[in-house]
């Protein structure tokens, strides 16, 4: 069972900014951007991700406007499923709007759960008729098709497509395992500097991405004889290439005509985000061994200074409550009290990084095209880097509501009902 960490100082100032939030996306969701641009649908900075907050923030007590709210945001992301030309991709498009809508019809709210049907039809068509190898990762892949047809199951069309998702799994992964991202998927600033393409140890765009959502289809239920295999030899390879790189234990990329290049630590590339998908798939197939692993590896990123992280803000995907969303997740499951102390710590850090009166609710979002780029600080009020990912975290600390939503990111790993959880210091 999901229970709150936060001590009384952290509740005070998570409540304070998570009410901000919920002003700001409130006027979001009712009036449209601020800068005139249109509504988004999609989950990582549009309207499906702020129906995620208004909807666990009416779960964990939040008044009933906060659930009209939610149906809003749901209602304009469901609408945006007949709009043309909206990508297939779990993270900016069609899957992921049906992933927040099975996800909350199923789980918070009474819904007709054929509104993704089309969603379902939509998968098909691109699915039947595969010619040439997919893109294999979570964010904008095979992965992310995956995951949201795990979402839709029991449905029976669902886990027929799901079929289809884990064999091309399947048939495209190397005889080592593990699955490389080929050069023409590449954005093009990767494809400047990795030519011949590389091996992605990101989970967001990565193995380490499959093996979490192999987990995540164990856990529903999948009895499929292929997904216990698969993920043995993906966990493999990936445990192969540790090593002590300049501030992480994995690097990001490893190309086949270069050096391993390093990264921070966070959910979408780093040792956390690769800690906590081998913690679930621990979980969810029965490996005691992998569990140590994933123990080991967390301590190494709960002990690394802050400057050695890289991280210059507080979203999920790569800034300060994505972190300390990892270690509650893995602390939960586990009873490890390093890796709660870890989560406080962070929460903290996220906290202190806002400054009321700037950005949305106080927080900037760090956005750089490039690494070469130069960056801007922008407000965004998505799901992956901006404040409805911010209060969904906040929301996690702070109530006893456990944090499903985390399933769009693999990570969900089952809390441990034995955990002991005595008082905490704020």
């Given at each position: 069972m999901w229970q709150a960490i936060a001590g009384a100082d952290t509740i005070r100032d998570c409540r304070a900014t998570i009410a901000d939030i919920e002003r700001v996306l409130a006027d979001y969701v009712a009036y449209g951007p601020d800068d005139g641009t249109h509504l988004q649908a999609h989950v990582a900075g549009g309207t499906s991700g702020?129906?995620?907050?208004?909807?666990?923030?009416?779960?964990?007590g939040g008044n009933d406007t906060a659930a009209?709210?939610?149906?809003?945001?749901?209602?304009?992301?469901?609408g945006a499923l007949a709009e043309h030309g909206l990508l297939p991709d779990l993270y900016s498009g069609f899957s992921g709007v049906g992933w927040?809508?099975?996800h909350l019809t199923r789980e918070l709210f009474e819904g007709d759960g054929d509104l993704a049907l089309e969603v379902d039809d939509a998968l098909r068509q691109l699915l039947s008729d595969v010619t040439r190898p997919m893109p294999f990762e979570l964010v904008g892949g095979l992965t992310g098709y995956g995951s949201y047809l795990v979402e839709r199951l029991p449905n029976a069309g669902a886990a027929e497509l799901l079929d289809r998702v884990i064999g091309l799994l399947e048939s495209?992964?190397?005889?080592?395992?593990?699955w490389f991202s080929n050069p023409d998927w590449l954005p093009d600033w990767?494809?400047?500097?990795?030519?011949?393409?590389?091996?992605?140890?990101?989970?967001?765009?990565?193995?380490?991405?499959?093996?979490?959502?192999?987990?995540?289809?164990?856990?529903?239920?999948?009895?499929?004889?292929?997904?216990?295999?698969?993920?043995?030899?993906?966990?493999?390879?990936?445990?192969?290439?540790k090593g002590i790189w300049p501030g992480s234990l994995f690097p990001?990329?490893?190309?086949?005509?270069?050096?391993?290049?390093?990264?921070?630590?966070?959910?979408?590339y780093g040792d956390l985000g690769v800690a906590a998908v081998l913690l679930s798939a621990a979980h969810a197939f029965d490996r005691p061994e992998?569990?140590?692993?994933?123990?080991a590896i967390a301590h190494v990123a709960a002990r690394r200074s802050f400057d050695d992280t890289m991280v210059s803000d507080a979203g999920l995907c790569h800034g300060a409550t994505g972190i300390a969303h990892l270690f509650n997740r893995m602390y939960q499951a586990t009873g490890d009290d390093e890796l709660r102390d870890a989560a406080l710590r962070w929460y903290r850090i996220a906290l202190d990084m806002r400054r009321p009166g700037h950005g949305l609710a106080g927080f900037l979002s760090w956005y750089e095209s490039t690494p070469t780029a130069e960056g801007s600080w922008r407000g965004e009020q998505g799901f992956l880097s901006g404040i409805a990912g911010i209060g969904l975290a906040l929301l996690a600390a702070i109530t006893d509501v456990e944090p499903s939503w985390d399933r769009v990111m693999v990570v969900s790993i089952p809390p441990r009902p034995d955990v002991h959880r005595g008082a905490i210091a704020s």
């Open positions: 702020v129906a995620l907050f208004f909807a666990y923030l009416h779960a964990a009209d709210r939610a149906l809003a945001a749901i209602e304009l992301s469901s927040v809508l099975a495209s992964r190397e005889s080592n395992g593990a990767q494809r400047e500097l990795m030519p011949r393409g590389h091996y992605n140890l990101g989970v967001a765009h990565g193995i380490p991405g499959v093996i979490g959502f192999l987990a995540a289809a164990r856990d529903a239920g999948v009895r499929d004889p292929r997904l216990p295999r698969l993920a043995n030899d993906a966990v493999q390879w990936v445990l192969a290439q990001s990329h490893i190309p086949p005509d270069s050096e391993p290049r390093q990264t921070r630590t966070a959910w979408c992998w569990r140590d692993e994933a123990l």
